[in-house]
Every structure is written in C-alpha cells, then in structure tokens.
Antibody, heavy 119, light 106 residues
C-alpha cells in the first residue's frame, strides 16, 4: 500500500516561508509524480504543481509561479514544497498526492498539512 | 484553464434515497475525469476515474457517467457514511477541480 505522510501544522508570519515534507512509503518513489494541492477555507481544491522525483523536473501552476518551489530527495523518499512571501490568503491545508507515471488521477493523498499565516 | 462547475452546491437527501450530482466542464475533457469524496478533517478520497470506473474498494452504489463536458455521479441508496462533500476533477489539460457539492442529511 502506498502511504504518504506529511509534516505537521505550521504557523507563519506574513512575508515568511514555509516548507512542508511528504514522505512516501510502500512503493518505489521514482514510480510516481508528487503533486501538491491547496485547500483554502471556503475555496475549491487548487492544483499547485508537481515534481518528478526521478529527475527533479517540476511544473508549477501559473497562480503560484515565482513563490513556489518543489524538490524531492530520493535517498529518503521525501518530497518537499516551499512557499515563500506568505500572505493571509495562503492560509490553507496543503496536500501531497502520488500520481503514477501511467495515470493522471489523484490517488493516494497525504493527510494534509495546515498552514496558518497570521501576524 | 478548464473551469469545472458543479451543481447543486448543496443536496439534501434522506438515507436510502438516490442522490444525483452534476459537473460541467468549460470545454471537452473526453473521459479524463474523476470524482472525489471528502469528509470533515480528512483528505479527499478517489471514488471514480475515467468518468465511470470505480476506484478500488468503492461500493457499487456509486456510479459515474458522462463524457465530454457533462458528467454525473449517482449514489443509488445513500448510507450514513456517504454524507460528505464531493468534488469533480478534470485531468485532460493540467488539473482543475469543481467547487464541490455538499450532500447533507435531509
């Protein structure tokens, strides 16, 4: 069974950065793309982008371009998402999702990480 | 960007009744379409992919249909554990989600 375990909740000041981890187990890390999804209060799920752990290639949603950085450490089977220049609107739950290289729907999901941006 | 629009926003249904949820895409996504269920405090769970294929472990009372721009999720006889928020998603051109339909107890 593929399992994704994310790091814990964070409280950040406006203008700072946050880095969330997503550890993958139960499978070969390189067989999946790791996607990230934002769920802000009262808003729809929003795809943020993806990282290919095999080669480190990334794809970012236009909305987050310039503030977002994904990485993957194949030695620990862990993916990371870093969001900078935080503002109150970034308060949300962030999910990582494993998507196999031969399909495109989202399964499985991490448990989510709550990021609160507040002064 | 492909915009996904779900209706209704809220559906009030009695246990044992049928629920029908709709999702419309702003342009054709073929069958590159999925449904997810989300309960409070939990991550979304994949229900349907390829517009009509149930994910592993999903009960047969969940049926997905449609292609192109119009899609439907039918829950044939609502059980207590089915009261949740349901999201549609297209993965034809990048990935976008609908705004969700909340299925609540009538």
């Amino acid at each position: 069974e593929v399992l994704l375990v994310q790091s814990g909740a964070e409280v950040k000041k406006p203008g700072s950065s946050v880095k969330i981890s997503c550890k993958v187990s139960g499978t070969s890390f390189s067989d999946y793309y790791i996607h990230w999804v934002q769920q802000a209060p009262g808003k729809r799920l929003e795809w943020m982008g993806l990282v290919d752990p095999e080669d480190g290639n990334t794809l970012y949603a236009e909305k987050f371009q310039g503030r977002l950085s994904f990485s993957a450490d194949t030695s620990t089977d862990t993916a990371y998402m870093e969001l900078s220049s935080l503002r109150s609107e970034d308060t949300a739950i962030y999910y990582c999702v494993a998507v196999g290289t031969n399909y495109a729907w989202f399964d499985p999901w991490g448990q989510g990480t709550l990021v609160t941006v507040s002064s | 960007e492909i915009v996904m629009t779900q209706s209704p926003a809220t559906l009030s249904v009695s246990p044992g009744e049928r629920a029908t949820l709709s999702c419309r895409a702003s342009q054709s996504v073929s069958s590159n379409f999925a449904w997810y269920q989300q309960k409070p405090g939990q991550a979304p769970r994949l229900l349907i992919y390829g517009a009509s294929t149930r994910a592993t472990g999903v009960p047969a009372r969940f049926t997905g249909s449609g292609s192109g721009t119009e899609f439907t999720l039918t829950i044939s006889s609502l059980q207590s554990e089915d009261f949740a928020v349901y999201y549609c998603q297209q993965y034809h051109n990048l990935w976008t989600f609908g705004q969700g339909t909340k299925v609540e107890i009538k």
